[in-house]
Nanobody, 119 residues
Framework: QVRLVESGGGLVQAGGSLRLSCAAS????????MGWYRQAPGKQRELVAA???????NYADSVKGRFTISRDSAWSTVYLQMNSLKPEDTAVYYC?????????????WGQGTQVTVSS
């Protein structure tokens, strides 16, 4: 199993920046993908940015050019640098890890961190 703990959320004014961190522990050597998702009140959870493999990334159109996902080489920590934040970025941000454990693929989620962008 993998445990994920997010940090770095908070309240920021529009145009500001935040950096989220997601620390993985447990069987992190089974991790094959990691990413960030968000869920705003009354909306479905959506992809923000993710490593779909060790070196390939995918971003939501709404954050391209503003957000950057990065990670260390051991899949122990994934970061999300968020610049030029907008009020519509307000949401709970979740970290997700995809693992391959033997022949099974599993998904693990963190508890989420709140990001609030004021106008």
């Amino acid at each position: 199993q993998v445990r994920l703990v997010e940090s770095g959320g908070g309240l920021v004014q529009a145009g500001g920046s935040l950096r989220l961190s997601c620390a993985a522990s447990g069987n992190r050597f089974s991790i094959v993908a990691m990413g960030w998702y968000r869920q705003a009140p009354g909306k479905q959870r959506e992809l923000v940015a993710a490593f779909t493999s060790a070196s390939s990334t995918n971003y939501a159109d709404s954050v391209k050019g503003r957000f950057t996902i990065s990670r260390d080489s051991a899949w122990s920590t994934v970061y999300l640098q968020m610049n030029s934040l907008k009020p519509e970025d307000t949401a709970v941000y979740y970290c997700k890890a995809g693992t391959k454990e033997g022949t099974r693929y599993n998904d693990y989620w963190g508890q989420g961190t709140q990001v609030t962008v004021s106008s």
